[in-house]
């Protein structure tokens, strides 16, 4: 089973709000973080020199923006068999 992903947001976001419906039509399990409401994860994201939300980071790839090729990506990873069978 893959861990669910992390999606850091801000309120009113057209990319966060596209982000997380892609993820869900995925099945792809996800916490939401508001950045606007958590400057613990704001600053991290700053350290990690992401200036624009979303924000997603799975065990070990992260990107910001919508990116339905990173999701696809993680999806590929989920259903792989060998991967799948862990």
């Known amino acids: 089973m893959i861990?669910?992903?992390?999606?850091?947001?801000?309120?009113?976001?057209?990319?966060?709000?596209?982000?997380?419906?892609?993820?869900?039509?995925?099945?792809?399990?996800?916490?939401?973080?508001?950045?606007?409401?958590?400057?613990?994860?704001t600053d991290m994201m700053r350290q990690f020199g992401y200036t624009a939300p979303p924000v997603v980071i799975a065990r070990v790839v992260s990107w910001s923006g919508y990116r339905p090729?990173?999701?696809a990506q993680i999806v590929a990873l989920r259903d792989h068999p060998v991967l799948a069978a862990e």
């Open 3 to 41: 861990e669910p992903l992390a999606v850091y947001t801000v309120p009113n976001c057209p990319q966060c709000t596209m982000t997380t419906e892609a993820l869900d039509a995925a099945d792809l399990p996800y916490t939401v973080i508001d950045l606007m409401t958590d400057a613990h994860a």
């Open 69 to 71: 090729d990173c999701i």
